[in-house]
């Protein structure tokens, strides 16, 4: 019985040798082209934890509900979307939220905390 990898071209030979991250997510263009018309309004947010160690900057469509771009952190940061809340100016965000409805500007902070039940005795 022979032992060898299944493909011929070694491992990191197949990997691309520089990796980049976009910057800014973009949530709202599920076509993922980059033409954008005049009259769509996107508002750039910063989605931060309560310690301070994770920022991550987001593009939305002011009328998209915000489960997309609640999808898109706990993908990008490896959670569940039941683990955590999201809260902007004391708020809960709720699934069904709009930018527009919250009333979001331009590098407005949405912050991130871990969710928590229980504390009955």
Known sequence: MDCRPCCSKSFNSALPSKVEKPEISTIGNPEGD??????????????????????VHF?????????????????????????????????????????????LVDDDVIEVYQERTGGGM
């Not at 980059?34 to 309004?41: F, I, L, P, Y």
């Open 59 to 103: 593009r939305l469509k002011a009328e998209v509900e915000m489960i997309r771009m609640k999808k898109a952190y706990c993908k990008k940061l490896g959670h569940e979307v039941g683990e955590i809340r999201f809260v902007f100016d004391g708020l809960r965000i709720t699934d069904s939220d709009t930018p527009k409805s919250l009333g």
């Open 34 to 55: 980059d033409k954008v018309s005049s009259s769509v309004e996107y508002i750039q947010v910063r989605v931060i934890t309560c310690d301070l160690t994770n920022e």
